[in-house]
Each structure stands twice: as structure tokens, then as C-alpha cells.
């Protein structure tokens, strides 16, 4: 990280004090510095749609280049109804219960500063996606974390357990974070964990956050469910999504929340005053990326599949033990059969010496020993960028 002078401690928010800056990023920089390539940060290395990017162009030259409606254009909003109801059989008033925000990023953080007082907690699966922690706590609430454990033999699952998730909902709980398909681990929650999570949350009444992003990437015949479908969640459930993964645009920065009416209400309080509004022509495009045909989304799927299906083998042929993801677009590898002492030190290790960035594994839980033996690489890249890393990773040998 970089270093900053001193300054006297009233200067800073104590919220600021309780988390670090995000690794993630950090490692892109890092990337950049020792010419590595990037499989840290979530991005693909390709092309997006030249149909949307069109429709990007044509809306600036068009004009639509000045506010959009606070919660979102219009058109957009109307394609994010017309898709939920067409992929998970939910209605949606585009009118009453869309806003559209600055990235999920942003949706994420406006439903917490929405919902959260001070006092609440928030449940959070572990390993789990950086943006959490801070979020809950800017938020004003604190994150209560609850273990994914690994699967223990070749080809299993991710998995929790049940009274462990129990007891997490009973300490003046809000919500629960809950992000399908999973970044870091790829795991795909099933429907019947995800109605042990509905009964919990009408049992306690809690509310359900979904990070969706990563809905349409799924491997091996996984299907992905929203919460807000199951019986008695459409009410206690906002839905998050955007078109940064499913339309390979992570650099526009459109993405929105799904609620009912009244909490949408508050979303968008929180929103106007954050960013006013997400960038206008980009929404436009962003209703035509929605109509794409069903087509578009199984390619981009298998195409993933086949990222994945280049990079693990790589991976594992190096000494990675790797856990193969269901969804999403990254790979949580175990790194103790390399011995370092870290991951930390591992990852420095690979990103100046190898020439390779990846994630380490401790950015992604609370006690930084608990992903000391793991990292995490992304595989949204080009062949030719993974045939170049597996080329890399020859040169590390085991120690
Ligand atoms: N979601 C992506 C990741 O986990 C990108 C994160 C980010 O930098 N916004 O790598």
C-alpha cells in the first residue's frame, strides 16, 4: 500500500479506521508495476458486444448526455422488469421498485446506508467479497461472518453449516449479504440452501441483499435461483445485479437494486445524493444489452467454461490445489503445497518473479490466517493471455 504521511488523528472518520484499502485494486497496481498479467481484478481482457458498444456510441451522438431520472432511465429500468420476469418469473414495477446506480458497487453500499442503523449486523458468508466488510461498516452496521468450508474432495461443494447460520441471525440482525453465483469460491447456492436462508430470514426477520452479478455464469448444468422467488422473500428481498459481468463492460459502471416500493424509496434517497445519477447514455446501452437474444448468454457462459477449463488444468499441473468453481469467473486455489509462509509473500513472490497477479486468499476473510494457504485467480482473460500465464507458471517450482 502506499505510504502517507502523518496526520493528527481528528482529521479522520473513526469508520475509515476499521478497514484497509482494497487488496483487489492494490494488486492491479502491483500488475501494472511489474508488467504482470492481471489475473487479480475482475475484469475481462476482451471486447464487449459490439452491438451495446454501439448503442453506447449512438446514444451520445444522439445526446442523451445529460442526467438520466435519478433512479434510472426509463428503457433501462423497463429491460431489468422485462428480464427478471422472463429468466426467474418475478414481477417487477419498473416504476416503483428499480433504481439504478453507479455500478452494484454502489447498489450494494446505498441498500446498506438505506436499511442499516447503528447496532445492526449484517450476515456475511466467509470467504467473501472485499466490498462487504467496509460497506456494512460505512453503513454503520457490523458484519457477522459465517464459513463457507472448502470442499474436501476433487469436484465438491462449498459448504455451511446450518446452526452456525442459525446463530449468526440472532444478534439484532438486519440482513444477510448473499452473493450467487460467489465470488471468490464459484459456488452456486442451491435451492435448498437458499430456503434454509429464507426460513431463517422469516423466521428472524431479516432481510435478503443478493449480489447477483454473476448470474449468467454458471458451469456444468448449474442453475442460478434468486432468493426473491422463493414464497415469502419478495418482500424482504433486494435483488443486485448490473451489466459489468454480463456484458463485459466492468468500466461503465452500471448497475441497480430490485425492492419493494418502500425500500426502494430509501435506495433512492441514499443514491441521489451519492451520485445523482449512473452515466446516461451507458443506461440507454445498457437497455439494449438486456435484449440480447438467449443465445448471447449460453456463448458467454461456454465460453467461460472453457477459461476455466484452460487455466485449472494449468494451475494444478503447477501444484495448485484448486477449487473448481460452478459460476463466476474465478478459481480459490490452496497454495500449501508451494510452502511459503503466507500469501501474502506468495503472491509477491508470483506477480515480481513469475510475472503473474492473483489475489491472496486472506483479503477474503476477517482473520487473515484463515486464507494464509490460499489466492485466488481470475480467468476472464483471452487464450492467448492464459496460454501466456500457463507458460509463466512453469517456471514455478515447487519449494
Ligand atoms: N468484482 C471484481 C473482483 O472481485 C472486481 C472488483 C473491483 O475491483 N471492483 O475482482
Same mark, same amino acid.
Given at each position: 500500500m502506499a505510504q502517507v504521511p502523518a496526520l493528527p488523528k481528528h482529521y479522520l472518520s473513526d469508520k475509515v479506521e476499521h478497514f484497509t484499502e482494497s487488496v483487489i485494486r492494490e494488486m492491479t497496481r502491483q500488475a501494472m508495476q511489474y508488467g504482470?498479467?492481471?489475473?487479480?481484478?475482475?475484469?475481462?481482457?476482451?471486447?464487449?458486444?459490439? &452491438?451495446?458498444?454501439?448503442?453506447?456510441?449512438?446514444?451520445?451522438? %444522439?445526446? *442523451?448526455?445529460?442526467?438520466?431520472? $435519478?433512479?434510472?432511465?426509463?428503457?433501462?429500468?423497463?429491460?431489468?422488469?422485462?428480464?427478471?420476469? &422472463?429468466?426467474?418469473?418475478?414481477?417487477?414495477?419498473?416504476?416503483? %421498485?428499480? *433504481?439504478?446506480?453507479?455500478?452494484? $458497487?454502489?447498489?450494494?453500499?446505498?441498500?446498506?446506508l438505506a436499511v442499516c442503523n447503528k447496532g445492526d449486523e449484517v450476515v456475511v458468508f466467509e470467504p467473501f467479497y472485499e466490498n462487504y466488510g467496509p460497506d456494512s461498516i460505512l453503513s454503520g452496521a457490523k458484519p457477522r461472518f459465517v464459513s463457507l468450508r472448502p470442499p474436501q474432495a476433487a469436484g465438491g461443494e462449498w459448504t455451511f453449516d446450518e446452526q452456525e447460520l442459525r446463530e449468526a441471525f440472532q444478534h439484532h440482525t438486519k440482513a444477510i449479504i448473499l452473493n450467487t453465483p460467489n465470488n471468490p469460491t464459484g459456488k452456486v447456492f442451491s435451492r435448498k440452501e437458499l430456503e434454509l436462508i429464507r426460513d431463517l430470514c422469516v423466521e428472524y426477520n431479516v432481510l435478503a441483499i443478493t449480489d447477483e452479478i454473476y448470474e449468467h455464469i454458471l458451469y456444468d448444468g448449474a442453475a442460478h435461483i434468486s432468493i426473491a422467488r422463493l414464497e415469502g422473500m419478495r418482500e424482504r428481498t433486494i435483488t443486485i445485479n448490473g451489466l459489468s459481468k454480463s456484458y463485459s463492460v466492468t468500466g461503465w459502471r452500471v448497475g441497480w437494486a430490485v425492492a419493494p416500493s418502500a425500500i426502494t424509496n430509501a435506495i433512492r434517497k441514499v443514491h441521489?445524493?451519492?451520485?445523482?445519477?449512473?452515466?446516461?447514455?451507458?443506461?440507454?446501452?445498457?437497455?439494449?444489452?438486456?435484449?440480447?437474444?438467449?443465445?448471447?448468454?449460453?456463448?458467454?457462459?461456454?465460453?467461460?467454461?472453457?477459461?476455466?477449463?484452460?487455466?485449472?488444468p494449468a494451475l494444478e499441473r503447477t501444484g495448485f490445489r484448486c477449487y473448481r468453481p460452478q459460476g463466476a469467473y474465478y478459481v480459490m486455489t490452496d497454495i500449501s503445497g508451494f510452502g511459503y509462509k503466507n500469501d501474502i509473500e506468495f503472491a509477491g513472490y508470483l506477480v515480481r518473479e513469475i510475472g503473474i497477479a492473483c489475489v491472496p486468499g486472506s483479503s477474503f476473510y476477517k482473520h487473515p490466517k484463515d486464507g494464509s494457504q490460499q489466492v485466488r485467480f481470475a480467468f476472464c482473460k483471452r487464450p492467448e493471455t492464459l496460454d501466456e500465464a500457463s507458460q509463466r507458471l512453469e517456471k514455478l517450482t515447487r519449494t
Open positions: 504482470a498479467i492481471n489475473l487479480a481484478q475482475g475484469f475481462p481482457d476482451f471486447s464487449a458486444p459490439a &452491438e451495446i458498444k454501439r448503442a453506447a456510441q449512438q446514444a451520445i451522438a %444522439e445526446d *442523451v448526455n445529460q442526467y438520466a431520472i $435519478t433512479w434510472g432511465a426509463k428503457n433501462l429500468r423497463n429491460a431489468i422488469a422485462r428480464q427478471m420476469q &422472463e429468466w426467474q418469473g418475478i414481477h417487477v414495477d419498473p416504476e416503483k %421498485e428499480i *433504481v439504478v446506480c453507479c455500478g452494484s $458497487t454502489e447498489a450494494m453500499i446505498a441498500t446498506l441521489d445524493f451519492l451520485t445523482v445519477g449512473a452515466p446516461a447514455p451507458l443506461q440507454e446501452a445498457g437497455a439494449a444489452a438486456l435484449g440480447l437474444p438467449a443465445t448471447y448468454y449460453r456463448d458467454l457462459a461456454d465460453k467461460y467454461r472453457a477459461r476455466r477449463d484452460h487455466l485449472i
